[in-house]
């Protein structure tokens, strides 16, 4: 951010009185602009005990393989989101379950939260964000081609639960910036 929202006057970066963290602050009109992290949600589809995964069709890391996954929009819940996400990039309707995963990517400035979902329907397709979309028993799981750190994070822990027969809450810390 450079100009302030509210009165458009370049912002200065300080540490407010009282805080302890660097902030845009503006100089004329005293607001103080937060950056907080980004929220991303995402979720695992199945149908039949087979897992949807997505081939990336956009940038970063196109051609690779994902979980359905994305930002989370205004006015939506955590759940709406993965549902939403999902449908926008594999066309599948699906029922979120439980929360699996909670990853916190502090050098990034973001948190997946991540979801089991039962499909509701076979139904799949690919969309502008997906080249392919496909079925894959754990054994075929593409993990040498797969998009991101997350991604292979929340595959292994899933397909761990599930042989365990367990659903576990996964709490997993990324690349920390700060001790």
């Known amino acids: 951010m450079n100009y302030c929202s509210s009165c458009g006057v370049r912002v200065l970066t300080q540490v407010p009185e009282g805080d302890h963290l660097p902030r845009q602050v503006c100089p ?6 937060y950056s ?6 995402g979720a695992i589809p199945v149908w039949e005990r087979k897992i949807l995964l997505c081939r990336r069709a956009i940038a970063p890391r196109e051609g690779y393989w994902t979980m359905p996954s994305g930002f989370m929009e205004n006015g939506e819940t955590l759940q709406m ?3 939403r996400e999902t449908f926008e990039e594999s066309l599948a309707r699906v029922t979120i379950e439980d929360l699996m995963s909670v ?19 076979p139904e799949h397709g690919v969309t502008l964000e997906s080249s392919e979309v496909r079925f ?9 081609d797969l998009a991101f ?3 292979t994070q929340a595959l292994t822990h899933f397909v761990e639960d599930r042989q365990r027969g367990q659903r576990t809450l996964h709490l997993v810390d990324l ?5």
């Open 136 to 144: 894959f028993e754990e054994a075929e799981i593409p993990w040498a």
């Open 103 to 121: 990853i916190n990517i502090a050098a990034h400035n973001q948190v997946h939260i991540l979801f089991r979902a039962q499909m509701d329907s």
């Open 28 to 33: 004329s009109c005293h607001t103080i602009h």
């Open 81 to 83: 989101g993965a549902a």
């Open 36 to 41: 907080n992290p980004k929220i991303l949600v």
């Open 149 to 151: 750190r997350t991604v």
């Open 175 to 179: 690349e920390t910036t700060r001790p």
